[in-house]
């Protein structure tokens, strides 16, 4: 199972997922805790922990508010749409967002695609994200300067391991 957004709601939580299938199949699950209680729980499956994860990112990158999610062990990096301590707060995958679609300044939509790397088919889903165009864009750029900093940390450790 691949999670590519977590949608807070006052009455709980919505998780959409979807599998490495032939062609990639969206399933939607709701939860009856807040997007980030469930975060939490994600974090626990990919033995990390939220709270250590936060203070790495913000230390490497200087972040105070909304800080990114970053889980290595099946490269994933989640923003927060918000303060990760409101009931809406939204938990969107960066590396699933393949087009945004905004209608005004609080209205907008993501396109997210999921690849199944073994049969090449691709599959997308658009949905409608509580986020305005300024946080949004705030929120891309970070995970942008995050997935680069990875990838050059990566890209040094390699380069270490064959000298």
Request: charged share 20%; aromatic share 14%.
């Amino acid at each position: 199972m691949h999670i590519f957004y977590i949608q807070g709601t006052s009455q709980g939580c919505v998780m959409y997922s979807f599998e490495h299938e032939l062609i990639p199949n969206v399933s939607i699950t709701k939860f009856h805790c807040t997007s980030t209680q469930l975060m939490m729980k994600v974090c626990e499956g990919y033995e990390t922990n939220f709270e250590g994860n936060r203070k790495t990112v913000r230390k490497n990158h200087n972040y105070i508010q909304k800080t990114p999610l970053l889980l290595l062990k099946d490269y994933q990096l989640f923003f927060p749409t918000c303060s990760h301590k409101e009931d809406h707060c939204c938990w969107v995958n960066f590396y699933n967002v393949s087009n945004i679609v905004m209608t005004s300044d609080y209205n907008l939509f993501i396109n997210f695609d999921f690849k199944n790397y073994y049969s090449l088919s691709s599959s997308s889903t658009l949905i409608e994200v509580p986020c305005n165009r300024r946080t949004l864009r705030k929120q891309m750029k970070r995970c942008e300067q995050i997935d680069k900093f990875v990838a050059d940390k990566d890209i040094l450790f390699k380069n270490h391991a064959l000298n």
